[in-house]
């Protein structure tokens, strides 16, 4: 009986997920600030992927690099909504967008981390 309400302890809280949803905003949030501060994106082009064969490929000025963490919000906020509509059926699949948008929030500020200690 009692591994029972534990187990209804562990489904209330990830049903209500909505820590985790804070951490992926605030990754998101960390992501832009970094850009913002330790890159500084601006006018002057920036090397956007570079070949060590071939060299620099894509320049492009500095400030498309807030794409990242738009793209990156336009994700969370997709599986946000697909959450919400996936909640009710109590299914794996509405506690997996919450992890897949920190996943994502994580793989973007370690690029964006990686992008800063190339530039510098």
Same mark, same amino acid.
């Given at each position: 009986m009692a591994s029972l309400t534990i187990g209804k302890k562990l489904l209330r809280l990830f049903t209500e997920l909505w820590f985790l949803w804070s951490a992926a905003v605030l990754l998101n949030i960390i992501t832009l600030l970094y850009l913002y501060f330790k890159v500084h994106p601006g006018k002057n082009p920036l090397t956007l992927r570079y070949n060590i064969i071939?060299?620099? /490929?894509?320049?492009?000025?500095?400030?498309?690099?807030?794409? $990242?963490?738009? @793209?990156?919000?336009? @994700?969370?906020?997709?599986?946000?909504? =697909?959450?919400?509509?996936?909640?009710?059926? /109590? &299914?794996?699949?509405?506690? =997996? &967008?919450?992890? $897949?948008?920190?996943?994502?929030? @994580?793989? =973007?500020? $370690?690029?964006?981390?990686? =992008?800063?200690?190339?530039?510098t």
């Open positions: 071939v060299g620099v /490929e894509w320049f492009s000025t500095g400030t498309n690099l807030y794409f $990242v963490p738009l @793209i990156g919000f336009f @994700i969370t906020a997709t599986n946000f909504i =697909l959450y919400r509509a996936l909640k009710d059926d /109590e &299914n794996f699949l509405s506690f =997996l &967008n919450v992890f $897949v948008s920190i996943a994502v929030q @994580i793989i =973007l500020l $370690v690029a964006v981390i990686f =992008l800063g200690a190339i530039k």
